[in-house]
């Protein structure tokens, strides 16, 4: 019908202008690291594409050679085997798969994120003696805390980086597992609780460009956003003067009112942080009554604490003997037996039971 193939025509216009507003950040990224990865998406779909186009056009051109109506195509039934045509049909899908694995392999440990900058762009080296910004990012609910040791201050939801400098963010989260992600700078990295996670980006052009969690956590994550500024060295600067300028400190007591869930948080700013704040966070002990993991754990590898402890160690005193530098643990010593009031010469052994 005439009216609805305009209609049809009409929305697919609209559809088409919705399109074109679409800000593809992630084709057209402005740092280095994901103009790599934006790379590698185009080089790995091209590759697929070499199977994926020939196939679509040879399935669609044998519907219609050898449809029904098509008296002159060639009927053979008795047909079954072709080399050629095998050589064709698994030597080209064996050659990209071999190709997109050592495209990947080699992208993969280029783009650890992990593994520190070894250029700014590409034709361009990190000057000899820059010092990268150090950035650690904690995953609130729902809002981001960014700490710039550095300089001693720290902000919430916004977050800046001077152009064609390395950054190093150290990454964790206060009790639900986020990912940190600002497509013009690098691909997402989880944020989770108990743990530090790594990367390294440089942004490459000035601007504003948009960051959020791209894991879901829960009722406030649609507006879990912040704005990342790429200024100009002097720029970069005013910035720093203006945190500075905003006085307040973050200490432990307003990281755990800061640390309470809430939306739509307004940008923030703290003049001074205290200096073992992240730490704190990684390590689950931001409240004063509260171990460290890392002390815990540093307990546990000497056998933990009071009668469990004890018994752990003596129980090790009933394994056989290790030779220094055998083990990755040289040189420690085990109980090999306590004493008690009952039984001051420590007939209690490794042996013995508790």
């Known amino acids: 019908m005439p009216i609805l193939k305009k209609l049809g025509a009409l929305l697919m216009l609209a559809a088409l202008g919705l399109l074109a507003g679409c800000n593809a950040v992630v084709m057209k990224p402005s740092g280095d690291v994901a103009v790599q990865q934006r790379d590698l998406i185009l080089i790995a779909t091209g590759l697929m594409l070499l199977i994926i186009i020939p196939v679509i056009f040879l399935t669609l051109l044998f519907a219609w050679r050898y449809r029904a109506s098509n008296k002159e195509a060639a009927y053979e039934p008795d047909w079954d085997h072709s080399t050629a045509l095998e050589l064709i049909i698994w030597s080209a899908p064996l050659l990209i798969i071999i190709a997109l694995g050592a495209i990947t392999w080699i992208s993969t440990h280029t783009l650890d994120p992990y593994r520190p900058l070894d250029r700014l762009e590409a034709n361009r080296a990190i000057p000899t003696g820059t010092k990268p910004l150090e950035v ?3 995953a609130l609910d729902w809002k981001w805390l960014f700490i710039y040791p550095e300089y001693g201050i720290a902000t919430v ?7 064609d400098r390395p950054i190093t963010f150290r990454i964790s989260a206060s009790n639900v597992m986020n990912a940190f992600y600002v497509p013009a700078l ?5 944020a989770m609780p108990g743990m530090e996670t790594k990367l390294h980006a440089v942004i490459n052009a000035p601007g504003e460009f948009e960051g959020f969690s791209s894991n ?3 009722a406030g994550f649609s507006h879990m956003r912040f704005k990342f500024h790429g200024y100009n060295g002097a720029d970069f600067d005013k910035w720093i ?3 500075k300028a905003a006085g307040g400190s973050l200490d432990r007591t307003a990281y755990l009112e800061l640390e309470r869930p809430s939306e739509r948080e307004p940008v923030r700013r703290w003049s001074t942080v205290a200096p073992d704040l992240f730490d704190a966070v990684v390590n689950r002990c931001v409240e004063a009554n509260r171990m460290c993991m890392k002390d815990m754990m540093a307990i546990d590898a000497n056998g933990g604490l009071d009668l469990p402890g004890r018994s752990n160690l003596v129980a090790s005193a009933a394994l056989p003997p290790v030779a220094p530098g055998v083990s990755g643990r040289p040189g420690r010593t085990y109980v ?5 009031a009952a ?4 007939a209690a052994t490794a042996s013995q039971p508790l």
């Open 216 to 218: 879901y956590s829960g």
């Open 136 to 138: 650690d990012v904690v």
């Open 186 to 190: 690098a691909g997402m990295i989880y």
């Open 157 to 163: 939801n916004e977050l800046a980086a001077p152009v």
């Open 241 to 243: 003067a203006t945190a």
């Open 336 to 340: 090999a037996s306590m004493c008690t």
């Open 343 to 346: 039984d001051p010469a420590g």
